[in-house]
């Protein structure tokens, strides 16, 4: 009997489908699938016509394939990888501002014009996924069907020739002519405009946000020398444990220990899967494996009956949660421990650190992670010698055993030295409340701060946990002492070195000149201290990051321990932690859209093992416009700080400096080179597309940071906590760090400091220029680790009065302080806003607040005027000097 395969023309076969009673009909080369039968010139023509019914997925056919051959990607033509420019007239109903501009085509009066244009990348709404609408609920074993948007003709005609989705973009800008704009860091990153039929669920949290995972690059090159041509890096910036704003939804939680993962690639099941043979197998989104679908994948065990599938949690979220079976464990998942390691050196006790962190300790004691009752604790105080601490459950006694050997250290007693808080909380209670006098007197001075690192380890080795240092002065007698680094010729040079360890996946706080008589620093560590203390930390981690074939993870950036090529060993991880992952393009990609999957393996302060899992599906393209247009520059600046810092470690200072210039200024050539009329002659102008138009000040502002910058002023300690912050802080609080937000206040609108739909109304931004600074005024500058209020030399009293509860600008003291809330409104509206800053970044940061008077102590002006990166400061330039040695450079290469 003859069958339709025999009259098909080459290249094309069909398949019987069961369910709708019909044949299929499959191109071979590429996975096409079409109810109609095909005609002979059928090969590649694209989207099916709109009228035709549309195949699920889940009677694709799976085709095999010889070792080694590239893998395509399986679906209908609606996820045709190509995203070829549109026909210009296409677009001219969308740009009614000016021309489009065209690449190689634009002439150079045309930048002003498209500064403005409309839909712009990083307008509002921008961020989203772009897949069609959600038609049917589908069955249970059946995929999701889409409905297919009307085609015109012409899109049509360009559907076989990879036209027929819709490209983001290209708008350009000239950095001469188009001042910074500060809202523009608050946008969205460029949208992710996925193929068709690429996500099996309508769900708007089935890509990754920003927030947990975002790419340099949200339009992945299909080749390595697409992405070289462009210039810009390809790297994730990742925060895998954020915290939770208030209001929103944990993460979702699945419990029935059913955990679908590739057999081959052991990616876990996701969004972006296709399920076939019925449902009864699932394809993976990274190596096209075919992977047999668990038997209890669809029985919901809670209620013991058949479950709907289309409602796990994994099939419609980016971010979830498994609880681990016994598999995923080398030992039962072990209690949360907390090792003290407390500086009770006379430099520690007379700053009162040592009172202030045992009684922080004491009144957070109900604040730390216990749910189960089985967290433990120890404390040990250290100046030259060790001082371990004896806690006998349901006593109040504690006893101290001195251990003067620093050169090999041991523990003096096999028990009682690390106990469940919860049964010896007499005895814990009443000896946090002695240590201050214990050491009140001590006269030592010294720090054998390597030693009681050991012993903290000794004692914690067999379970693992959390040592927490209280640190007051330089590690000087033991194994770990270092020599005085405050050596004024060697700051801002080559010798100078400031490499915090960070391979135990830690944090550094820092306050310099702490001193607890100050009510203001007392309150900042208590605070910080606390937060620490009271964040839910995960233990015995180990993270990794998956993508699809022809992507490698190349590099990484954070703290963290590389165990192996790319398994990261994270002993203790805690939130709001940021890391960035250098990504290489090996080898061409094939498929219309890529999978980055990061999966950590970790045990919970409570007690269970969890495995958290963060998938982000980005488009392919080959097209360097859309590049460029896709480019995130939040998420590029996060990786040029981690590099910046990375460099200045193993090279010098000046060679971080070097590195990160040279990198833009290639972005800056590849792009007049590429995408402008001038090629690679000389211009006036100096381009580069809207969507990373912050860049440039963004990098001036990393140049300017004490981190990196170049200064023989800036104490190590200084420089190696803000290196700290540059590799640790997500994106959302390193933005800040390098480009601080500025307010007017005194002229600020009727709304600011006052209630609205999302809290309190902050006032809108300004350039980082004293420009803005007006001497009748009060303004306020804050970068996430401090605030300032400037105060202008003839502001009036009655502003002084409601803000300081002072008589004139004459007798107000500048310097550190605490701002009370007076009675009247302007008052209360400004210290609303202070305090709607302090609470908006995540993290456990309090920031100080310092009343700058602008005829004022000048080493305080100096500092809060640092922040105002756009002028010129010291040996470094202005924000307009910067752009100008952009464009010379440019016009140079």
Known sequence: MATPSDQLPPGWEAEWDATHQRYLFIETQTGHTQWEPPSAGSAGLGPVPTGSP???????????????????????????????????????????????????????????????????????????????????????????????????????QFGAMGMGQKQLQLFTTNLLTSPPEPRDL???????????????????????????????????????????????????????????????????????????????????????????????????????????????FDWDQVRNQPGDRWARAELNHSCVEFVAPTEYMVRPPQPAVYVFLIDVSHTAVQSGMVATATRTILENLDRIPDEDERTKIAIICYDVSLYFFSMTPGSTESSMLVVSDIDDVFLPKP????????????SLEALLGKIGDMFQENSIIGSALGPALQAGFKLMAPIGGKIIVLSSTLPSVGPGALKNREDPKILGTAKESACLPHYTSGQTYYYPAFNA??????????????????????????????ASRGLRMAAFHGNFFVRSTDLLAMPAVPQDQS?????????????????FQTAVLHTTCYGERRIRVITMALPTTTNLSEVFASADQI???????????????????????????????????????????????????????????????????????????????????????????????????????????FYSLHNMPPEAGTIGEEGVILPPLLPLTSERLERHGLFLIEDGQTIFLWVGRDAVPQLVQDVFDLPSYDVLRGGKTTLRTLENPFSQRVNAIIQ??????????????????????????????????QDRADMLP????FISSLKDKVNVM
């Open 579 to 595: 890391y960035a992952i250098e990504v290489q393009i090996e080898e061409a990609i094939t498929t219309p859209f890529v999978v």
């Open 54 to 156: 549309q195949p699920t997925h889940s009677h694709t056919k799976r085709r095999q394939y010889a070792a080694g051959q590239t893998q395509a990607y399986y679906g209908d033509t609606a996820t045709d990888p190509g995203y070829g420019a549109q026909a210009p007239g296409l677009q001219a109903n969308l740009q009614p501002q000016g021309p489009l501009f065209t690449p190689g085509l634009v002439a150079e009066n045309q930048f002003a014009a498209q500064q403005s244009q409309p839909g712009a990348p990083g307008q509002p709404g921008y961020y989203g996924q772009g897949e069609p609408e959600y038609i049917n609920g589908p069955a249970f074993n059946q995929q999701p069907q889409y409905g297919q948007a009307p085609v015109d003709a012409l899109a049509n």
């Open 186 to 296: 608050q946008r969205p990153p460029p949208e992710i405009r996925l193929p068709p039929n690429s996500c099996i669920s309508p769900s708007p949290t089935a890509n990754a946000d920003p927030s947990y995972c975002r790419s340099t690059i949200n339009a992945i090159p299909t080749t390595s020398s697409l992405l070289t041509k462009s210039k810009l890096p390809l790297a994730l910036v990742l925060t895998p444990y954020r915290s939770l704003d208030e209001g929103e939804d944990p993460v979702p939680l699945v419990t029935d220990t059913v955990i679908a993962r590739c057999r081959r690639c052991r990616t876990y099941i996701n969004p972006y899967v296709q399920f076939i043979d019925g449902g009864n197998r699932w394809r993976c989104c990274m190596c096209n494996m075919t992977n047999e679908v668990p038997q209890l």
């Open 415 to 426: 028990n009682d030295l690390l106990v469940n808080i919860a049964e010896a909380r007499a």
């Open 635 to 741: 998420a590029i600046t996060t990786f040029f700080a981690n590099k910046a810092v990375e460099r200045s470690l193993t090279h010098k200072l000046e060679d971080s400096r070097d590195y990160v210039f040279q990198k833009l200024v290639e972005l800056l050539v590849s792009y007049k080179t590429s995408m402008t009329s001038s090629g690679a002659g000389a211009s006036a102008q100096l381009a580069i597309s809207d969507n990373l138009k912050m860049l440039p000040v963004l990098v001036l502002g990393l140049l300017k940071n004490v981190g990196i910058r170049q200064s023989a002023q800036i104490p190590p300690d200084i420089r190696a906590y803000s290196q700290a912050l540059l590799t640790s802080l997500p994106s959302q609080q390193l933005i800040p760090y390098l480009y601080p937000s």
């Open 836 to 869: 709607k800053i302090r609470e908006s970044r995540r993290g456990v940061y309090h920031p100080h607040l310092y009343i700058v008077k602008e005829d004022g102590e000048p080493p305080l002006r100096l500092w809060a005027l640092s922040m105002l990166i």
């Open 517 to 546: 008589g100050r009510t203001e620093d007392a309150i900042k560590f208590a605070h910080e201290f606390g937060e620490v203390l009271a964040t839910p930390i995960m233990l015995e981690a180990v993270m990794r990051v998956r």
């Open 878 to 881: 202005s924000y307009q000097q």
